[in-house]
């Protein structure tokens, strides 16, 4: 396994892993190089100039043009190579592949879980297939504070914040264990706040979807010390979500908009109500009453659920709309955007 920089930098478990590692060696050896080119000269001048009997001081040197455009264009050159290497990863991490699946990732004091397409949810631990897009929504519980989603062996890291939908994602072609931090300091367990992706391979992946017993894969790098409480907890629940049956997220979403009395201003096949109907609602451009469009996302659903009055669309009248903040769990607010997804 390769690790860089004499093994200082964990696991390389993503591309982006060998991206970022890329160009952290780089970054390194231009520091390392300055260093030398720098500080030994200067050591030596110091010793070699220093004022004693007998050495006279030097004349006052007021400036040199081609000494000062060398300093200032070398570095500006590497800082720009810096910008447009790190620009062009950045870029990488923040555009997510059509055909990614989709996790969900909601963060409490103190432990992590993830719900998939088929509704089930589980703690601690996230289940993927080796070799296939991931895209994760994270966010963190109502009323909780700002934890942080980090796989060190990916190298992708992304806030977790309440009320808000984060983005990113990542393709790992290494099965076994990965742990996973969080990385924004959140209280008394933040330490332990930890848990583990799971790589499997395709096969093994389809076996736990359907709720079969897999063998785990071997952990890559560091490893969580309290696995074992920990691990059987989440087996139970396994079985427990397995035993429910495997909803599909949307049905479930379509239940709660049937429940929380959504249905009778939204529509699900184009016709008007008192509010716009859910028929392609996903991913459209509203028009609001100020004038300036919004894309329909996973952030603006939550907006118009938890905050409706905040914005308007144009056309309505302000305040129609009740606000059902607190009515609902994360895991139902991502149930009903999976549902009006689905009327695309
Ligand atoms: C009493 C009627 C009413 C109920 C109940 C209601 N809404 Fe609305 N909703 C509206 C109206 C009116 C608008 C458009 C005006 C506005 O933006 O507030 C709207 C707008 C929306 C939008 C934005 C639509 C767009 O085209 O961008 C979403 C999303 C939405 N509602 C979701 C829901 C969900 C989910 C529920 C149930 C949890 C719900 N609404 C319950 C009346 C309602
Ligand atoms: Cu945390």
Same mark, same amino acid.
């Given at each position: 396994?390769?690790?860089?920089?004499?093994?200082?930098?964990? +696991?390389?478990?993503?591309?982006?892993?060998?991206?970022?590692?890329?160009?952290?060696? =780089?970054? !390194?050896? /231009?520091?390392? =190089?300055?260093? $030398?080119?720098?500080?030994?000269?200067? #050591?030596?001048?110091?010793?070699?100039?220093?004022?004693?009997?007998?050495?006279?001081?030097?004349?006052?040197?007021?400036?040199?043009?081609?000494?000062?455009?060398?300093?200032?264009?070398?570095?500006?050159?590497?800082?720009? #190579?810096?910008?447009?290497?790190?620009?062009?990863?950045?870029?990488? &991490?923040?555009?997510?592949?059509?055909?990614?699946? &989709?996790?969900?990732?909601?963060?409490?004091?103190?432990?992590?879980?993830?719900?998939?397409?088929?509704?089930? +949810?589980?703690?601690?631990?996230?289940? $993927?297939?080796?070799?296939?897009?991931?895209?994760?929504?994270?966010?963190?519980?109502?009323?909780?504070?700002?934890?942080?989603? =980090?796989?060190?062996?990916?190298?992708?890291?992304?806030?977790?914040?309440?009320?808000?939908? &984060? &983005?990113?994602?990542?393709?790992?072609?290494? *099965?076994? @264990?990965?742990? #996973?931090?969080?990385?924004?300091? %959140?209280?008394?367990?933040?330490?332990?706040?930890?848990?583990? /992706? $799971?790589?499997?391979?395709?096969?093994? =992946?389809?076996?736990?979807?359907?709720?079969?017993?897999?063998?785990?894969?071997?952990?890559?790098?560091?490893? !969580?010390?309290?696995?074992?409480?920990?691990? *059987?907890?989440?087996?139970?629940?396994?079985?427990?979500?397995?035993?429910?049956?495997?909803? @599909?997220?949307? @049905?479930?979403?379509? @239940?709660?908009?049937?429940?929380?009395?959504?249905?009778? %201003?939204?529509? *699900?096949?184009?016709?008007?109500? +008192?509010?716009?109907?859910?028929?392609?609602?996903?991913?459209?451009?509203?028009?609001?009453?100020?004038?300036?469009? /919004?894309?329909?996302?996973?952030?603006?659903?939550?907006?118009? #659920?938890?905050?409706?009055?905040?914005?308007?669309?144009?056309?309505?009248?302000?305040?129609?709309?009740?606000?059902?903040?607190?009515?609902?769990?994360?895991?139902?607010?991502?149930?009903? +955007?999976?549902?009006?997804?689905?009327?695309?």
């Amino acid at each position: 396994m390769s690790n860089g920089l004499w093994g200082t930098l964990p +696991i390389q478990g993503t591309q982006f892993a060998k991206d970022w590692d890329a160009l952290y060696t =780089f970054l !390194f050896w /231009v520091c390392a =190089f300055f260093f $030398v080119i720098i500080v030994v000269p200067a #050591i030596f001048f110091i010793v070699k100039y220093r004022e004693r009997p007998g050495i006279k001081p030097a004349s006052h040197i007021e400036h040199n043009s081609i000494l000062e455009f060398t300093w200032t264009v070398i570095p500006t050159i590497l800082a720009l #190579i810096i910008f447009a290497w790190g620009w062009e990863v950045y870029k990488k &991490t923040t555009q997510i592949p059509p055909n990614a699946m &989709t996790v969900r990732v909601v963060a409490k004091s103190w432990n992590w879980s993830f719900q998939y397409d088929d509704g089930r +949810i589980v703690q601690t631990d996230m289940y $993927v297939p080796e070799n296939t897009p991931v895209r994760l929504l994270i966010t963190s519980e109502k009323n909780d504070v700002l934890h942080s989603f =980090f796989v060190p062996n990916f190298r992708i890291k992304k806030d977790a914040v309440p009320g808000m939908f &984060t &983005t990113t994602w990542f393709e790992s072609g290494m *099965s076994g @264990q990965h742990l #996973i931090f969080c990385t924004e300091y %959140c209280g008394a367990s933040h330490s332990n706040m930890m848990g583990r /992706v $799971v790589v499997l391979s395709k096969d093994e =992946f389809e076996k736990w979807k359907w709720g079969k017993d897999v063998q785990l894969p071997p952990p890559v790098g560091p490893e !969580f010390l309290n696995w074992d409480q920990q691990a *059987s907890a989440e087996v139970d629940l396994r079985k427990d979500a397995h035993a429910k049956g495997l909803n @599909q997220l949307a @049905q479930q979403g379509a @239940q709660v908009v049937q429940s929380m009395g959504c249905v009778s %201003c939204h529509s *699900s096949d184009g016709s008007a109500r +008192i509010g716009p109907s859910y028929h392609k609602i996903f991913g459209r451009e509203a028009v609001l009453a100020d004038g300036s469009k /919004v894309q329909v996302d996973e952030n603006w659903i939550r907006e118009k #659920i938890e905050t409706p009055h905040k914005r308007t669309l144009a056309g309505y009248q302000v305040g129609l709309m009740p606000s059902y903040k607190g009515l609902m769990t994360d895991s139902e607010i991502f149930a009903v +955007i999976e549902y009006l997804k689905s009327l695309n």
